[in-house]
């Protein structure tokens, strides 16, 4: 159940008529905050709460539409607001009155149809399983009468669909339950009823994988090295351990019995579940070898179960379609039963089953090999929660990435020599870019693999995952089996939501995020490059942040280099590489830095002239998304505020990289690329203009060291080419600044007073001033006013540019004028005279 409210709605959605009278003041003032923030209005403003449960109270008879109605108000309140969840499941009235409407035989309880109050009971269950998952506490509170109404309810056969899911509902409450190791005296009775739904002759049950799921928890809280809250507990874990280890074993015959040629079986997953959890709690001593025939079973299946199960999982991460409800089952089921598979490869070390680990790593190493990343339009950190479809996408999320962290975990270490491995690096850093909230104990386990991850980028994030403790012990318990070896297991977990339980949640569900370092998002690893995290901790030195800062480059050039990181944007990578800039000058003059960023930046410009991308307009848009105005963006109301917003984090960052270039990043060659990376025709005007005004008395020195000592010309030809090529149309103020250039740089003949050479060239006759512009460049340098008709001369000419106009370019820039009529050109004083001369020049030679 969602609420969803539109937020485009106009004003006068508000209005109910035209007067002005204090009730529709008032009036108008609720529908509006209702609009804003209609789960804290009902609760606050319209005190719905006290509403329901006085209408509950009532002695007459209440429309059974209503009981089911009140739950679903109350589901949406509680899984939106946690204090709303703990009014209601504390509330002394209000579920009591609700599960005697629901539940009671009591002849004082109003009869009802069995149709509508088996509705009604599941809207009830929907509204416990909410309230479970948020709290722990929650379940203590209602653990004592859980089994009196939810046991009966199962031992009755479901004759309609409504009684099926009520039944499902039930095994999930008992499942949650048993996930925080609460209600474990109800589980004998459930393994009762799971008998008749499971074993030989009744698989075919429709809620068989459910009994499993249940039992699965139930499993998990087995372990004989759990630290129990109390002795009777402890009673009640040996007793079940007694009489769920058949059980178990039956399943597990049960899996070598069956066979689906269809892919992955209905019950195989579930039952993998089982099984799993079983071993990783109790283990097996005798029965280990039953353990390995069912691996083996799966993994040199003729039926290629497996391939399936990959086939499915990757073919779900990596295109970007839904399917119909069929395929998303079965990428669960596969989901399902691959994590289990791997989970138990990991839990033992004999040499049959190191053999099978290792048959099913060469399979797995297989499949990614061929798998690039996450398919970034449809999975994308950014545009996940505004799509339409978020919420089936964070489920797909839910199932995927469990489990393609374990396909992860369980590979082997890469080496220089291991290129299949290596090909998996692209899909772990995308897979590290979707971690979301409550995802930090996958973050710490890729993060500690051996991959090809730098080492001390991995130990900066673990450091950084590691602030907020409370919520990486929560995720650990949470999602992976950490609570063994905390001794702690299923009862030390406190909540099943994403969040730990100290983060505070107001009434609109908005969570207070201070020390969440997830989500790090799609373009995560080239964030360090720009990332006041690397720099901000306490004994952090120049040295060690040089030391990631260099790694992380030469991490990033070797994944440019195959072309890993493709499903990232050159423009958003450009940027992210371009903040190096405004690192602390003793990181930017560390020369490990300086010359990898400055490769770096070389392969990327190589890339975006093959990929031939709007690559301007993806910089200004991550520069906008990474500063901290990217708020203002997203409320903002129309396309002009946005833009902007744009240009004022633009012109910011343009701002504080100029000021650092004038201070010290003059002396830089790298920093001087990036600033004439600025100078593209493609960016706004105002950045050229800017640049320009800023560095006007130090123009000179973007030209690199290793430019003014070629004499051949051939590296700053290769850095003018790609800019001067752009059909960019030039403003006219772009090209009165180019003006001012040659005025005043005009014996230099660097990069500045050849690309202003060019482009005033190039765009001669453009703006109404143009005639103007050219009469002052005449006025200071006529030499150059020369050079700017020739080189207009060649673009005319060279039409199709390339290599030889841009050497032309450089040749006529930088060389004398020998020639006679050109000399006698120099000494005509009327200014019209020597238009005509050199334009009947031009149209002879």
């Known amino acids: 159940i969602t609420i969803e409210i539109s937020t485009t709605a106009s004003q006068n959605v508000y209005k109910l008529d035209d007067s002005t009278s204090a009730d529709n003041v008032d009036a108008t003032n609720d529908a509006r905050l209702f609009f804003d923030n209609p789960v804290k209005t009902l609760l606050s403003r319209m005190t719905i709460l006290p509403c329901l449960n006085r209408i509950l109270l009532q002695k007459q008879q209440l429309p059974e539409e209503y009981i089911f109605r009140t739950c679903e108000m109350l589901e949406i309140l509680c899984r939106h607001s946690g204090g709303a969840a703990s009014v209601v499941v504390y509330h002394e009235t209000m579920i009591p009155c609700l599960v005697r409407y629901c539940f009671s035989t009591d002849d004082n309880v109003p009869s009802s149809t069995a149709t509508t109050r088996t509705r009604a009971q599941s809207c009830l269950l929907t509204l416990f399983a909410t309230l479970f998952r ?14 009196d109404w939810l046991l009966p309810l199962l031992g009755v056969p479901a004759r309609t669909e409504t009684e099926m899911e009520c039944q499902r509902l039930a095994l999930t409450l008992f499942r949650i339950s048993w996930r925080y190791g609460l209600g474990l005296e109800y589980g004998e009775s459930v393994l009762a009823l799971a008998v008749s739904h499971t074993v030989a002759a009744a698989t075919k049950q429709r809620l068989a994988n459910d009994y499993y799921l249940a039992l699965t928890a139930l499993s998990s809280c087995l372990s004989p090295i759990t630290r129990v809250p109390s002795p009777e507990v402890g009673e009640v874990v040996s007793r079940l351990r007694d009489i769920l280890t058949p059980y178990v074993i039956r399943v597990a015959a049960q899996i070598l019995e069956s066979s689906d040629d269809s892919g992955v079986g209905e019950s195989l997953a579930p039952q993998m579940a089982l099984l799993t959890s079983f071993v990783l709690a109790v283990g097996f001593s005798k029965e280990e070898e ?32 839904c399917g119909s409800e069929t395929k998303t089952t079965n990428e669960v089921s596969s989901a399902l039963l691959l994590k289990n598979l791997i989970l138990l490869l990991q839990s033992n070390d004999s040499d049959d089953m190191k ?23 449809y999975y994308s950190s950014r545009t996940v929660t505004k799509s339409n479809s978020a919420t089936r996408i964070h489920c797909r999320l839910s199932y995927l990435i469990p489990t393609i962290v374990h396909l992860m975990a369980i590979l082997p270490s890469p080496s220089s020599n291991n290129s299949a491995t290596t090909s998996t690096t692209p899909f772990l850093l995308s897979t590290l870019g979707l971690l979301r909230q409550g995802d930090e104990g996958y973050a710490i386990l890729l993060f500690s693999l051996p991959t090809a991850i730098p080492q001390e980028l991995a130990k900066m994030f673990i450091r950084e995952l590691s602030r907020n403790k409370a919520q990486l012990v929560h995720s650990c318990l949470l999602h992976l089996d950490a609570g063994l070896a905390m001794k702690k297991g299923p009862f030390g977990l406190q909540s099943l939501t994403q969040t730990a339980k100290t983060t505070k949640r107001g009434l609109g569900g908005a969570t207070e995020e201070e020390g969440l370092a997830l989500p790090v998002g799609d373009e995560w690893i080239y964030n360090v490059l720009s990332s006041t995290d690397v720099v901000s901790n306490k004994g952090k030195t120049a040295t060690s942040t040089a030391t990631i800062i260099s790694a992380t480059l030469d991490f990033l050039q070797e994944a440019e280099i195959d072309d890993g990181l493709s499903y990232l944007t050159t423009g958003a990578k ?5 903040n190096v800039c405004l690192f602390p000058e003793e990181v930017l003059r560390d020369e490990k830095v300086s010359h990898s960023a400055s490769c770096l930046l070389g392969t990327l410009l190589v890339s975006q002239k093959n990929k031939n991308q709007d690559w301007v307009t993806d910089f200004i848009s991550a520069c906008h998304f990474h500063s901290s105005q990217k708020t203002i963006l997203s409320t903002a109301d129309d396309d002009e505020n946005k833009v902007k917003n744009a240009t004022a984090v633009l012109k910011g960052f343009i701002d504080d990289l100029l000021e650092c270039f004038v201070q010290y990043g003059g002396q830089y060659p790298f920093f001087s690329e990036i600033v004439r990376l600025l100078l593209h025709p493609s960016f706004p005007s105002f950045v050229i203009l800017e640049i320009s005004h800023q560095l006007k008395n130090v123009i000179g020195v973007l030209t690199l060291p290793a430019e003014e000592e070629d004499e051949t010309g051939q590296i700053i030809q290769l850095s003018l080419g790609w800019v001067l090529v752009e059909e960019a149309v030039l403003p006219a103020d772009v090209l009165d600044v180019h003006a001012q250039i040659l005025k005043t740089d005009g014996e230099t003949k660097g990069y500045a007073f050849l690309l202003a050479l060019g482009r005033l060239g190039k765009d001669l006759t453009r703006g109404e001033g143009w005639k103007m512009r050219l009469k002052d460049v005449w006025d200071v340098n006529r030499e150059v006013w020369i050079k700017v008709m020739l080189v207009n001369k060649i673009w005319r000419k060279e039409k199709d540019g390339g290599e030889k106009l841009v050497h032309l370019l450089w040749k006529v820039g930088v060389g004398n004028l020998k020639d006679a009529v050109l000399e006698g050109i120099l000494e005509f004083e009327d200014y019209d005279c020597v238009w005509e001369k050199i334009m009947n020049y031009l149209e002879e030679e």
């Open 134 to 147: 948020i709290s722990r506490r929650h379940v203590q509170q209602w653990q004592d009468s859980l089994g």
């Open 574 to 578: 450009l940027y992210h590489l371009s």
């Open 290 to 321: 039953i353990v390995t025939r069912v691996i083996e079973s799966i993994i040199r299946n003729d039926l290629n179960i497996l391939n399936h199960a990959l086939t499915s999982v990757l073919s779900a991460a990596t295109n970007d379609s």
């Open 355 to 377: 053999a099978l680990k290792t048959e099913f790593c060469d399979i797995v190493r297989a499949f990614i090999a061929t798998t690039t990343c996450w398919n970034k339009d």
